[in-house]
């Protein structure tokens, strides 16, 4: 049967006879294709539960109903697994990493903007809910990733900051306590907005700290967000 060039869409025949289930199987798989998200790239084996037009991108080791398909797009249909090969410079959404993949053509990278030979350019943005600790001085989880590259760091306050004699709050890093913002505010919905002076690499996991001004926390939850590049060396070889 003959196929579309791109996406393997297979055509109808002139003289064919039930043409719907040629017709069907077209519109299924255009229908996954032209999707702009996998459930994951993890995933060596499919998963138990599915529903039909779940689309996941299969993972190294693949085992199963999947086995042989590293790579490829995997897709439910009919209570089963369709699979396409990726065209180069393809694009997915990957939701349980909430990260752009394409493909260079040999594998998936994560990447803005070009890849090549695995070389990437990343932008991420991470973001954390953080629930202030009492005192002065509270401290996240390292939340800028080692050899990042930031642009800034965000800031959303989604359960109003209280203390004695809190005033307004500072966002930073140890030894740059005001880094991404000062005279910050204490209210629902209060936001920063920290831009650095010039992008700034990041040599270890480093936390972020948010300290008070004019007293001291009692409680309150920040959501917060890390901007920034990183960089992904060319595949070995």
């Not at 930073?172 to 700034?200: E, I, K």
């Not at 270890?204 to 959501?223: D, I, N, W």
């Amino acid at each position: 049967m003959a196929e579309t060039r791109r996406l393997a869409l297979p055509l109808l025949d002139g003289a064919q006879a039930q043409k719907h289930v040629t017709m069907n199987t077209a519109l299924t798989r255009l229908d996954a294709l032209s999707a702009p998200a996998a459930l994951s790239r993890a995933n060596a084996a499919p998963p138990e539960v599915f529903a039909d037009g779940d689309l996941y991108i299969v993972g190294a080791g693949a085992s199963g109903a999947w086995a042989g398909q590293e790579g490829m797009i995997a897709y439910a249909d009919n209570l089963g697994w369709s699979f396409a090969a990726p065209l180069v410079g393809r694009r997915l959404w990957v939701e349980d990493e909430r990260l752009e993949v394409a493909h260079d053509g040999a594998a998936w990278v994560a990447a803005l903007g070009g890849t090549e030979a695995g070389a990437a350019t990343m932008l991420h943005a991470r973001v954390i809910d953080h629930t202030l600790s009492a005192g002065a001085l509270s401290t996240t989880a390292p939340v800028i990733p080692d050899k990042a590259i930031v642009l800034g760091v965000t800031a959303r306050v989604i359960a109003p900051l209280t203390g004695p004699g809190l005033t307004t709050w500072r966002l930073g890093v140890a030894g740059g306590a005001d880094r991404y913002g000062a005279g910050l505010g204490v209210a629902l919905n209060a936001y920063a907005q920290g831009v650095t002076g010039a992008p700034l690499a990041y040599y270890a996991p480093t936390p972020l700290t948010l300290e008070a001004e004019g007293g001291a926390f009692a409680a309150g939850v920040v959501r917060l967000c890390v901007h920034y590049f990183a960089l992904t060396p060319p595949r070995a070889v």
